[in-house]
């Protein structure tokens, strides 16, 4: 995160941030190889949405594609027109990071996410697809977004602080055996 803010702080785009990352994290994997040699890279999507313009800037380092919602309720998915590795993955392969330019008309949302949302599950194992749970539906306000996105994927996230009812009125415990404990809920 501080190789972020150091970038967005001193490059003035967000083609400039990406590469500054790539270097940043190339001299991290040099200092830190025997510890993570196979987990040293990140995704990201570097969003830039200049002044005064209605128009987004975005570079995509082999994240999630980010979401535009139009106020009318419209989706459009921000499919890069040219894919890129993770940052941190150079030494595979050299291109020039290109900022793709999106309009981003007044009323639009942009959803930036990441695969722990993509990759939430029902209790039937299903994944939570958000192109599909969100496209037609209007969001008057960001808020009522993220609102509508908690309350569709909590319930599919038990865990610590989560509830675990068993649908007879108590509850299970993390390794799902019927908490006996007063009626209350594990601290687990």
Known sequence: MGAFREAAEQEPTVEGVAQRLERALAREGLRR????AFEGFTTAV?????????????????HTEPLLLERDGRLHVLTPGEHALPLGMGELGAWPDRAEIIDFPPGATLLLYTDGLS?????????????????????????????????????????????????????RDRYGRRDRSSGTRDAA
Do not use: Q
């Open 46 to 62: 570097l969003a830039e949405v200049p002044r005064g313009a209605a128009e987004l800037r975005l570079v995509n380092r082999g």
């Open 33 to 36: 190889r025997a510890l993570d």
């Open 119 to 171: 990759e939430a599950r029902d209790a039937r194992g299903r994944f939570y697809d958000p192109v599909a749970r969100l496209s037609g539906r209007v969001f008057p306000h960001p808020r009522a977004l993220l609102t509508t996105i908690t309350e569709e994927v909590l319930p599919r996230c038990p865990g610590p602080g989560h509830d675990r009812r068993d649908g007879r009125g108590g509850w």
